[in-house]
């Protein structure tokens, strides 16, 4: 009897079995990287695919916060035509590395606005990469350094304006 109930229920759950393997084998490759930057600097967003072997035309799609436009690439080409305007002139991509499986890009300038969530996402393998973009301002000492050079460099303005005063003054004169 326990044989018949064993066998009756392994055949009941085989359905089961085969859709968990469908929907694991169709399923998204997810992971999750945090970055850090400062305001003002260039910052590499990563994003590769070495787990299997892409077609020859490759589309890529990277968003912020799953809605904004970043970057697209397009069977193998940049498309900039669905690109938010906060990007714009700001992203650059290599296109001589995506025939390796890397689409990383690179946002320059970053601004406080640019921090939070991407995703790349790569259509032909159901991979998406995931990454958190923390900004941070910049350290008080290098923007009280910012400003003592800029202070020097005022002060140093100021006294070859006097100088240059005086001179004209003293040519006057003689």
Known sequence: ???????????????????????????????????????????????SNSDEALQSRVTVFWR?????????????????????????????????????????????????????PYTCFIPAVSKQAKVQLVVKDIPVARRAQTLVNQDVKSRQLDYLLFSATLLGSALLYV
Request: with cysteine.
């Open 1 to 47: 009897m326990d044989c018949i109930l064993s066998c009756w229920t392994g055949i009941k759950l085989l359905p089961l079995c085969v859709l968990l393997l469908l929907i694991n084998k169709v399923s998204l490759s997810v992971s999750l990287q945090e970055i850090e930057a400062v305001v003002g600097q260039n910052i590499t967003l990563p994003c």
């Open 64 to 116: 912020f916060r799953d809605s904004k436009t970043v970057y697209d690439i397009i069977n193998s080409r940049a498309s900039f035509d669905e690109q938010d305007a906060s990007f714009r002139g700001r992203v650059e991509s290599f296109p001589a590395e995506w025939t390796k499986g890397n689409f990383s890009i690179t946002l320059s300038s970053v601004k406080k606005a640019d921090g939070g």
